[in-house]
């Protein structure tokens, strides 16, 4: 299969009176497997149907697969493959005829059908289940087989909205492992909604992360999470504490105070006024008050004293609370290690964070 690019440009959808899209511009690359990712209602489905022609008509804008503006087909002249939610198998037919029926539709010979079909089941792993009914398979197995009848067609570009979500916990991992394995191997363009931030992470090459109907950010999962641009992008995509105060001049120098007692060094050129610090909380470590590591903070590290709230174990991590002055709450993963001492509630302990983990926001 070529791979396509698909661009979009200045696109607007609504529903009636209510704008879905609000101007979307939006480039993936030809053989780029991209996820759309995004809180409930915000216009990542719709983005996708809008792509595949489901829906309304946009009200404006262009969608560009290769070299072809598509905003006014029908679906069926479009020629993309897409796999929905619930699969939408036919029950009563064999998973070869559900894998046949598009290529049957397109009047294709049937030589050719018998070759192309089972050419597709063997790439999914499902041609020895040929012959039964979609009833009579697992729920990953249906997965695959709707996977099988949108590639026979060799669509230019393929889309999934959510494929995994009727999945249990640890099928969605092994299948989500097996579309990436697939889409590499075919090296067709690919997008995937997602409302699952591990997903997301895990397959795509880039993403688009959504909020009513803008996209707010677009990048590689790292650099997202790394730097995300507004305080949505960094609060959706895991957890982020979360301090709100001001960069000020001081001694020829700028720094973040904020709410808690929080200082944190800035860059030099930072600007001054409103602004929130944004750090994630493996990059906070925890000292016990009297450490004497405290005494000894090398420049560019903050530290701040405050009490525990919680421990969580979370197997991996002990995730601690801890409130500063203020009743300011930050959290701060510490590694589990056997043996550990694990602090109480009440507690008082002192965090400290260098200062280029720390993300200046103003918005």
Not at 81 to 110: D, I, S
Not at 147 to 158: H, K, Q
Not at 230 to 251: D, K, P, Y
Request: charged content about 25%; hydrophobic content about 45%; glycine content about 10%.
């Amino acid at each position: 299969m070529q791979s396509q690019r698909i661009l979009i440009e200045d696109l607007h959808l609504a529903f009636g009176s209510t704008e879905v899209l609000k101007g979307i511009d939006l480039e993936i690359r030809p053989g780029e497997f991209f996820a759309f990712l995004g809180p409930s209602g915000s216009g990542k489905s719709t983005l996708l149907r809008a792509i595949a022609g489901f829906g309304p008509k946009p009200s404006r804008g262009r969608i560009v697969i290769g070299e072809e503006d598509v905003a006014g087909l029908p679906p069926w002249e479009r020629n993309v493959g897409m796999v929905f939610q619930n699969y939408a198998l036919w029950p009563h037919m064999t998973v070869w005829k559900n894998v046949a029926f598009g290529l049957e539709e397109r009047c294709v010979p049937k030589a050719e059908i018998a070759a192309r079909v089972e050419e597709a089941l063997q790439l999914v792993g499902l041609l020895e289940l040929a012959q039964r009914r979609p009833s009579q398979l697992s729920g990953g197995q249906q997965q695959r087989v709707a996977l099988a009848r949108t590639i026979v067609v060799r669509p230019r570009v393929l889309l999934l909205d959510e494929p995994l979500s009727n999945l249990d916990a640890n099928l969605r991992v092994q299948m989500r492992r097996e579309l990436l394995r697939l889409q590499r191997e075919l090296g067709i363009t690919t997008i995937f909604v997602t409302h699952d931030q591990e997903e997301a992470n895990t397959t795509a090459d880039r993403m688009a992360v959504l909020d009513q109907g803008v996209i707010q950010q677009v990048g590689t999962p790292m650099e997202l999470y790394d730097a995300p641009v507004n305080l949505f992008v960094a609060g959706f995509l895991g957890s982020a504490n979360r301090i709100r105060g001001r960069v000020v001049a001081e001694a020829g120098s700028r720094v973040f105070r904020g709410a808690g007692g929080v200082v944190l060094p800035v860059p030099p050129d930072e600007a001054e006024g409103e602004a929130w610090a944004i750090f994630r909380p493996q990059n906070v470590r925890l000292l016990e008050e009297g450490d004497a590591s405290t005494e000894k903070v090398r420049q560019g590290v903050a530290c701040f004293a405050g009490k525990v709230l919680r421990a969580e174990f979370l197997g991996s991590i002990i995730r601690y609370a801890l409130v500063l002055e203020d009743e300011e709450e930050i959290l701060l993963d510490e590694p589990h290690r056997p043996g550990q001492h694990v602090l109480r509630e009440g507690e008082r302990a002192t965090a400290c964070i260098d200062a280029q983990a720390v993300r200046i926001l103003r918005q």
